[in-house]
Structure formats: C-alpha cells, structure tokens
C-alpha cells in the first residue's frame, strides 16, 4: 500500500515537472516571437549599413508583386531600425545617396508600401500653393513622395510633412466654362498635426497614408 501511495506520488510530481516544462518552452517560443522595435533612438544612432538604389528596388518591387514577408526582408537585410505605429511597423534603412527608406508593414508584419525619402518637406514648405491656380501636376513634380489618394467624388493627394499632413482637394472642372480641366487645379489645403493623426479615427488617412513617428520627419 505503501508502495503505491509512492508511485502515485511520483507520477504527480513527474506530471507536474511536466507542465511546468511546457509553460516554460511556451513561454520561451513567445518570446522568441516576439517582435522588438525602437521608437526612442534616431536613424542616425540605430542604422549603419547602406543600400544601392539596385537593392531598394529590389525590397520595392517584391512588394508590389506582394512576394515578401518579414521573415526574407529580414533574412535579405540588415533591419537596424524598427518602428512601431498604430498602424502597424515599419522598418527603415539608409540608401547609400543618403536617402532614407521606409518598408511599412501591418500587425502581421506583412510589407505593403514602400517611400524613399531625401527630406521630409515642413508645412511652409507648401506656402506657395494658390487656390485656383496651382495645377496638380506642379504639386506632383514638387513632391515626388506624394499619395494618392482613392477618393472617386473628388481628387485628392496627401503629403506627409514634418509636423503632420496635408490633404489637397482639387477642383476638376472649369466653372466659367463648365468644362473638364486636363490638369486639376487646387480647391482647398487641409491640414492634420500628429496629434491629429494618432487621435482621430480617419479611415481615409490611416488606411491610405503610412504614418512616420515625428522622430523620423525631422
């Protein structure tokens, strides 16, 4: 009897240590999935290691073939700088003309969008827009990182600026005339700060516009 109050003991203890054995490899399997990113450093004290136009271009035509996850980007790259967003992640490297590169991804950490940019532009940097007279294709060649924006009522392009954003609406028909512009003019500049960016819920924005933390914009 007493032998057996042994072995029953010893098969709790051995289940026991066990289960303990497999919380402790679930635990360790987690943290291992675990993704880790840096919002506190800059660029310049986090990445090191540059990149030809060649192999951005490379990262962006994967992407738009939709033929790359995190696992290749990270397995291809060097990734030294990893943000996190209410949308989701982005990871930035340098080119070696010493423009930056920003690879987006969702929560699942799945790439969608790629921007190569030389300077974030400042909001008095779009002073020069007038109303009814500055054409789309003038704010297309001046910012070449510029959004477009799915809007069928109207036409609309987003440009993300050190302090936040600017949504252009603009006005596709001569009303004098009534006829249809072949170059859209500028009807209205909307401005959004980041605060504006990460407290409102703008479908349009978030789901179209990648964000960049203000620690990147400067």
Do not use: W
Not at 4 to 22: C, D, G, N, P, Q
Not at 32 to 39: A, G, I
Not at 53 to 58: R, T, V
């Amino acid at each position: 009897m007493m032998i057996k109050k042994l072995k029953i003991a010893i098969l709790s203890i051995s289940l026991f240590a066990i289960a303990v054995l497999v919380l402790m490899l679930t635990i360790s399997l987690a943290g291992d999935k675990e993704v880790k990113y840096n919002n506190d450093n800059s660029i310049s004290d986090l990445v090191t290691k540059t990149y030809s136009n060649y192999d951005i271009e490379k990262i962006s035509e994967s992407i738009e073939n939709n033929n790359i996850d995190y696992a290749t980007l990270k397995s291809n790259y060097n990734i030294q700088c990893l943000r996190k967003t209410h949308q989701g992640y982005y990871a930035v490297f340098l080119q070696d003309d010493g423009k930056r590169v920003f690879v987006f991804m969702n929560e699942e950490m799945n790439p969608y969008d790629i921007l190569t940019i030389e300077r974030i532009k400042e909001k008095k940097d779009y002073n020069f827009i007038v109303s009814g007279k500055t054409t789309k294709s003038e704010i297309l060649k001046y910012d070449e990182n510029t959004v477009l924006l799915p809007v069928s009522a109207v036409t609309s392009t987003a440009h993300i600026v050190q302090e936040g954003l600017l949504i252009i609406n603009y006005e596709r028909f001569n009303k004098e005339t009534t006829t249809l512009l072949n170059d859209p003019v500028v009807k209205s500049v909307t401005f959004f700060s980041n605060d504006d960016l990460t407290s409102q819920d703008n479908p349009m924005i978030s789901s179209n516009v990648p964000y960049i933390l203000e620690i990147d914009r400067k």
